[in-house]
């Protein structure tokens, strides 16, 4: 068995978020249909997170176990000839058995986006949260300097049945999988952090800026509550259109209530952009 690192780009428009759900059609499942065909056994997708329904992704991270003798490049290939066109697998590489695509990430970083116009735009639908009124960037990238560093985040943490980092996924699976395993490792490796816990969180980097059309707000954070990303993104709103000063939002963060802050935007204006782990997790072979 060799463990795969897969980084995959979605378009989330028509899955039912990334965890498999019985006959549902959602990116987890989508994926190890086409392991299984590639390779002839059942196989399980590890993901960095889970991602809802309705969300995107440049650049989702998730590991899987193969019997395969395919190099890497070819493993990218062979499944992306297999997957449908709003999924596919940009880069795939050999790691260490001992790696594990959640629990080894050292942060993420995604994006909202908003398509500012009097009138929705039809290309971009279905990638930014349509707003018909101006936003204040100067104010909200404000309030955003204002959430930076490790607080607790549970004013914007959503209820349990809405996805996010830290949601369950893989709390019970094997940390270690069969080619851990088999290489003989039962013990976590030397770079693996201790993970977040509770609702503090250390939101490293939080900025807003007007891209044409667009206001995007990019979120960096050693990890995300359910529905984080995207009630700051609705409680910043709220600063933009001029409902509440930029100094509101320390209010909100003391709370600790989630009512007090902006409703979580819709999904489609959210994207996983980016995954990072430890140069070492990725060095191999040693």
């Not at 378009?11 to 299984?36: C, D, I, K, N, P």
């Not at 549970?154 to 996805?163: G, I, L, P, T, Y």
């Not at 503090?200 to 359910?226: C, K, T």
């Amino acid at each position: 068995m060799r463990r795969i690192l897969l980084t995959i780009e979605f378009h989330g428009g028509s899955f039912f978020g990334w965890q498999r759900q019985g006959a549902a059609r959602t990116v987890q499942s989508t994926l190890e249909e086409a392991v299984r065909d590639l390779v002839g056994h059942e196989a399980t997708m590890h993901s960095s997170g889970r991602t809802d329904r309705g969300v995107h992704a440049l650049a989702m991270a998730a590991h899987v176990d193969l019997d395969s003798r395919l190099d890497p490049a070819s493993i990218m290939m062979a499944l992306n000839a297999r997957l449908p066109q709003d999924c596919k697998v940009r880069r795939a590489q050999e790691v260490d058995p001992r790696f594990h695509a959640r629990f080894d990430a050292l942060s993420k970083l995604y994006r909202y986006s908003f398509v500012l116009g009097r009138a929705p735009s039809p290309l971009l639908a279905d990638r930014a949260c349509h707003m018909p009124r101006p936003l204040d960037v100067s104010a909200m990238a404000h309030a955003a300097r204002l959430l930076m560093g490790r607080h607790d985040f549970a004013c914007f943490e959503s209820s349990s049945d809405e996805a996010g980092d830290d949601d369950g996924l893989d709390i019970t699976a094997d940390r270690f999988g069969p080619a851990a395993l088999a290489s003989g490792h039962s013990a976590p490796p030397p770079w693996r952090k201790p993970r977040p816990r509770g609702s503090v969180r250390n939101l490293m980097a939080l900025e807003v800026r007007r891209v044409g059309r667009l206001v995007q707000i990019e979120a960096s954070a050693d990890g995300f509550l359910r529905g984080m990303v995207r009630g700051i993104a609705g409680t910043l709103a709220q600063v933009g259109l001029g409902r509440q000063e930029p100094a509101w939002v320390l209010q909100v963060l003391a709370s600790r209530d989630r009512r007090k802050a902006g409703a979580n935007m819709p999904a489609e204006g959210l994207t996983l952009v980016r995954v990072v782990y430890p140069p070492e997790a990725l060095k191999w072979p040693l």
